[in-house]
């Protein structure tokens, strides 16, 4: 038995949104026309849509206390190293109460992060807020 190998390169490759588009124009290219329609279903059928989801916005009363710790982290895998930083806010007058940052050799960029977020915990050790917000990205 003899195999025939193709002369073409297959690669299979995740579509963007555009490529989307650029698919559905090549399935009806060659799909006969009486079949376009039920094709185009199928096809947006596939597609998954992106969910919302709507975080609630905290409010907070004129004699409120609230505090907002933000954290950062970034990473170089090149450079070796990753930078963070967390601040701890209280509200309502955005006034910084304590601000720090660190580096560490050898972070990913999730590490990174993560120690920003401990970082930002470690900020709220001489506090205790009633209510408290963190933010991070």
């Known amino acids: 038995m003899d195999s025939l190998l193709s002369p073409w390169t297959l690669e299979i490759a995740k579509c963007s949104k555009a490529e989307d588009d650029i698919l559905g124009i090549l399935a009806a290219s060659i799909t006969p026309r009486s079949k376009i329609d039920e094709a185009l279903t199928k096809l947006a059928l596939m597609k998954d849509p992106r969910r919302q989801v709507q ?11 609230l505090y907002v710790v933000s954290f950062d982290g970034s990473a170089r895998m090149k450079r070796g190293g990753g930078a963070y930083s967390a601040i701890l806010w209280k509200l309502p007058g955005w006034t910084v109460m304590k601000a720090r940052s660190g580096y560490a050799e050898s972070l990913t960029f999730n590490e990174a992060e993560y120690h920003g977020f401990l970082l930002g915990l470690e900020l709220l050790q001489e506090v205790a807020p009633k209510r408290l917000v963190v933010c991070g990205d």
Do not use: F, G, K
């Not at 975080?55 to 206390?65: Q, S």
């Open 55 to 65: 975080a609630p916005i905290p409010t907070v009363e004129a004699h409120e206390e």
